[in-house]
């Protein structure tokens, strides 16, 4: 390849930085699911024009996060209890890949990252912070998915985080004080089945770990059944 073949490199875009922004506010509950995206509204909110809204927006249709519906346009995605149930399988899937891939990559540095996060859940926990122990749960999660080094595995899996994340959210504040300890003690077990480095037992617990969540969904969260679950 000659230099003349070279392309400039694309600046970060106005509609990029828009669509991050409504991905942390999905991520975070500042959009709830089945809230209305006005693109008036959101540019002003946002300090830009439409034009990179709407380009977010459909971004985040084609990302499943978003849907457009009849006669109300683009509202955060709402799963259905049959939905929970295919991101599930497919996080199984995803997580005991991240188990392998982890483990060849284990270090005393990752331990001690995740191991100090695990008590930071706690003492957010012993404060009844459910909103710092569901950052820190995803901080958790995103960490082992770095440790696993691999952009398109992190880039697939976090989106399918993010489907989900506020349905986590209304779970686990669901939960009694013994029970999110037995929650956040399941993260150290996850570290402990690291640390012994047998793929095949870290792959069966990072499965335990991602149905638990499912059920606790489904346990918890008032979901549709079918489809059309938007409108």
Known sequence: MGFSELQPVAQRTLSDEAADRL???????????????????????????????????QRLVEEGLVRKLPHRGAVVYIPTREEIEE?????????RFVAERVIERWSPD???????????????????????????DYRYHLTLWQIADHSLL??????????????????????????????????????????????????????????????RILTYCNLPEGDGHNG
């Open 87 to 95: 991101i599930s399988s497919l996080r199984v899937v995803l997580e």
């Open 154 to 215: 992190l880039e697939v899996i976090s989106s399918l985080r993010t489907r989900i994340n506020r349905f986590l959210y209304e779970a686990n504040s669901a939960l009694t004080s013994s029970q999110l300890e037995m929650h956040i003690h399941g993260h150290d077990d996850l570290i402990d089945v690291l640390n012994s480095g047998d793929v095949a037992l870290a792959q069966s617990t990072f499965m335990q770990h991602v149905l638990g969540a499912k059920e």
């Open 23 to 57: 991905k942390a506010a999905i991520r975070n509950g500042s959009l709830l699911p089945g809230t209305r995206l006005i693109e008036r509204d959101l540019a002003e909110r946002l300090g830009m024009s439409r034009i990179p809204i709407r380009e977010a927006i």
């Open 110 to 136: 990752h331990e001690r990252t995740l191991r100090q996060i695990v008590e930071e859940m706690r003492r957010a926990a012993g404060q009844r912070n459910l909103q710092q122990v569901y950052e820190l």
